[in-house]
Each structure stands twice: as structure tokens, then as C-alpha cells.
């Protein structure tokens, strides 16, 4: 009894923790302007089964597609067991659903088979970051915490599903020798081979068995709660993320309601804008941006695929499409914890323009929509980006040169050339 209100403790603290945490996130994102993503619902639950739940977007590397499979139907499939853990633990049961009979053996049996592929997907993941150190887990943005960040849940992982291996086949063994509260059931086609190495007594299978139960289930609470710190919170966030997807033509700009009132002003006397709220051209810091923005922002997987496809980047400039989002990422959590600290209206003198992204960055940027393209979770850099040069244009007029002459020249002649219209087909006369 005993260890079954520690149990219920344990498990209502854990998720108190989280839902704490998970408020302030949502709050966080919640500090963007408003937008409308909640349009045609029909075709965003058919992004969201496609990308977040059918992962169509992580085939185009099939390796890591394969790994990354395996690791996320091990995630989803594998936790179903935490159900039994809870009633076992909640009401002092051990094995509940063993009444099922022959679909509680496959079950166990998938289990097994499912986390022995997710330890060795995470092997190979650990191999591939740390050995092989492929290039698009480099970079000026990942620095000592987004790598070992990437690794100790990596470890935690193996940890687990180790710890899961052991914990059934200790249980196997106690089975057979037919101790008391091990109820028969289950089957166990991976486990049985670490039997060999387990002890005969039954006293110190007891204390395995159990030692690995409770790793298991504090380890999975631990996680949860570790995730609202960590780049894996895509692995709740991710399903609206992609929901909220933006669903228009990719880089098409957004009109900006002030500047459209402004020119039906200019071309209809007779109309009267409505009134609203000043704001900002742009965006200079992450209140600026919608809260889709934020939400892509906490979503970023940071795996580096937005980066390893930008032009610019592979030209070696400065512009990251990653350290764009977990620029924008660490500036809203800087943001929550000052509204946290110091109440909604303080002002800590900093922004996400200059701080943290710098003007070199945005301006190298060609707008090609590479980024947006591959990200397995339709995370959109450039909408952050665009948006920062619309602040720097219309709020501070300090385009680069060359923007400054372009826009010259499309007032003047309707063009980005500076040729007038008039002279514009000149080189069709000459021989």
C-alpha cells in the first residue's frame, strides 16, 4: 500500500509539473499577434495526417526516415504498455491485461520487437552525431547545449528501452519459477535471450524486475517533463504545428491591413478606414510575429534540413534557416520568463532583431523557400525573415543600396531596371 500512494504521488506531481510548464509554452506562444489558421479544417487535418502523422516529408533522406520510424511507432505503440504500468502501480496488480490472453503475448511480443529497434535506431543516431559527425549537425547555432541536448535523450532512450528488455525478462524468469504475483503472460521473443546473464535467485529477480519497472516509469514522467525544455518538444507539437500550416502559395506576402486601408483610402475618397490599433511595420522582436511564428519556433526539431538546403548558407554566408527559429525560440522563452519575474509590461532593452539575429543574416536570405521545403514539420523561416526586413524597410528605411535603387526604379518605370518603359525593347532594333 505503501508503494502504491508513492506511485499516485509520484504520477500526480509529475503531471502537475508538466501541465505547469506546458501552460507557460502556450502562454509564450500566445504572445504573438493574432492570425487566422483555422480555415479550411478539412484540408489542414489532411496536411497534419500527412506530414506530422504520415512523416511523407522525412522520406527524402530514407536512412534517417527509416531510423526516425522506428524510434516514432516505438514512442507511440511502445507507450500503450505505460497503461498497464499505471493500473499495476495505481492498484497494486502486476501484468492486468494478461487476461487477454493470446493478443497480450503478440502485444508484449511487439513491444519487445519494437523496442529493440528503437535502441538500435538510437545507437545509430548517437554513431551518426557523434562519430560520424555529419555536417548538418554543425554549426555556429549548435553549440554545447543543442548537442548534448540531442544525446541525452538519445541515451535516455537506450536507458529505457534497456531498462524495458530486462524488466521482461527477469519477469519471464520469475514466471517459471512460478513466484508469487507474477502472473503467466506475455511473450517475450527479445528478452529471453538476456535471461542467460540474469541471476537464479529469486530474491535478486524480484529487485531487477522491480528496479527496472520503476526506471521505466520515472524515466517516461522524467522525459515528459524534459521535453518543454528541449528541441523534442516536437513530439507533442508537431500535429498542430502542422495543422496550423500556412496553406497559401509558399512566399506569398501577407498584405498589411494599414497599408491596404491607406491605398483604398488613396483610390476611393468616399472610403473611411476603420479604426485600429497602431502598430508595427514588421516585426523587431517576437511580439511582433503572429503566434504561428512561436509555434514553429518551440516545434523546430533543429535536425538541420532547412539549413543543409539554403542557397545561401551553401555559398557560405551567414544566414542559417535554424538558428533563425531557435533564435526566435530562445527570445520568446527569454521573454516569459521576464513576464514571469518582472509582470507583462517590462522591457529588458533587447529584441529579436540585432540581439539575436543580426541584419547580415536576414538580408542574405533569397526568399526561396528551400527551408519551408524541407523541413519535415512545415516549420516557415522565411515568414520570421520577411517580416524583420518589413521593420527594417518601413519602420527605419535603411534598405540595403541596391533594394533602395530597385524600389526607385519600380516607382519611376514600372520595373526593377533603370530603364524607362519607353526604351525598354531598344536591344531588339540593334543588330
Not at 512523416?55 to 511507432?73: C, E, G, N, S
Not at 521535453?227 to 498542430?240: C, D, E, R, T, V
Request: aromatic residues 12%; hydrophobic residues 45%.
Amino acid at each position: 500500500m505503501v508503494l502504491q500512494i508513492l506511485f499516485i504521488a509520484f504520477v500526480i506531481a509529475a503531471i502537475a509539473l508538466f501541465s505547469f510548464n506546458f501552460k507557460k509554452v502556450i502562454r509564450n506562444i500566445r504572445l504573438g499577434r493574432p492570425v487566422d489558421r483555422f480555415d479550411q479544417p478539412g484540408e489542414r487535418l489532411k496536411v497534419m495526417l500527412k506530414v506530422a502523422f504520415g512523416q511523407t516529408k522525412m522520406v527524402a533522406r530514407p536512412i534517417p526516415a527509416i531510423l526516425h520510424f522506428f524510434v516514432y511507432a516505438g514512442f507511440i505503440i511502445i507507450n500503450i504498455e505505460v497503461l498497464e504500468i499505471m493500473i499495476d502501480g495505481i492498484f497494486g496488480t502486476h501484468r492486468v491485461f494478461s487476461g487477454l490472453g493470446g493478443f497480450y503475448n503478440f502485444l508484449i511480443g511487439s513491444f519487445e520487437i519494437l523496442a529493440f529497434t528503437v535502441l538500435a535506431s538510437c545507437v545509430i543516431f548517437l554513431i551518426r552525431r557523434n562519430v560520424l559527425k555529419l555536417k548538418r549537425f554543425r554549426g555556429i547555432e549548435m553549440t554545447e547545449w543543442p548537442k548534448s541536448d540531442a544525446n541525452y535523450i538519445l541515451i535516455t532512450e537506450i536507458l529505457l528501452m534497456t531498462a524495458f528488455l530486462l524488466m521482461n525478462a527477469a519477469d519471464a524468469k520469475l514466471q517459471a519459477m512460478g513466484a508469487g504475483h507474477y502472473t503467466v503472460g506475455g511473450a517475450f521473443p527479445i528478452s529471453q535471450f538476456l535471461q542467460g546473464m540474469l541471476p537464479a535467485s529469486e530474491a535478486s529477480l524480484i529487485a531487477i524486475e522491480r528496479g527496472c519497472w520503476w526506471f521505466h516509469i520515472i524515466g517516461i514522467f522524467a522525459f515528459l517533463n524534459y521535453l518543454p525544455y528541449s528541441k523534442h518538444f516536437h513530439i507533442l507539437l508537431a500535429f498542430p504545428n502542422t495543422y496550423f500550416s500556412y496553406l497559401k502559395p509558399k512566399g506569398e506576402f501577407s498584405n498589411m491591413q494599414s497599408v491596404t486601408n491607406e491605398v483604398k483610402a488613396m483610390l476611393d475618397p468616399s472610403f473611411t478606414p476603420p479604426e485600429a490599433e497602431a502598430s508595427r511595420f514588421g516585426a523587431k522582436d517576437v511580439k511582433d510575429l503572429h503566434w504561428a511564428n512561436l509555434l514553429n519556433a518551440y516545434t523546430c526539431t533543429e535536425c538541420g534540413r532547412c539549413t543543409d538546403a539554403c542557397p545561401a548558407n551553401m555559398t557560405g554566408k551567414l544566414l542559417s534557416p535554424r538558428k533563425i527559429m531557435m533564435d526566435t525560440r530562445d527570445r520568446v522563452s527569454e521573454v516569459g520568463k521576464n513576464i514571469d519575474k518582472h509582470g507583462v509590461d517590462y522591457d529588458d532593452g533587447k529584441s529579436l532583431l540585432d540581439d539575436y539575429v543580426s541584419r547580415e543574416e536576414i538580408w542574405a536570405c533569397t526568399s526561396c523557400n528551400a527551408c519551408t521545403q524541407a523541413c519535415p514539420v512545415n516549420i516557415d523561416p522565411l515568414s520570421i525573415i520577411v517580416e524583420m526586413r518589413r521593420y527594417i524597410v518601413m519602420e527605419e528605411s535603411q534598405a540595403p543600396g541596391s533594394l533602395n535603387t530597385m524600389m526607385g526604379n519600380l516607382e519611376n518605370n514600372g520595373a526593377p531596371w533603370k530603364y524607362s518603359p519607353a526604351d525598354r525593347f531598344n536591344w531588339a532594333n540593334k543588330n
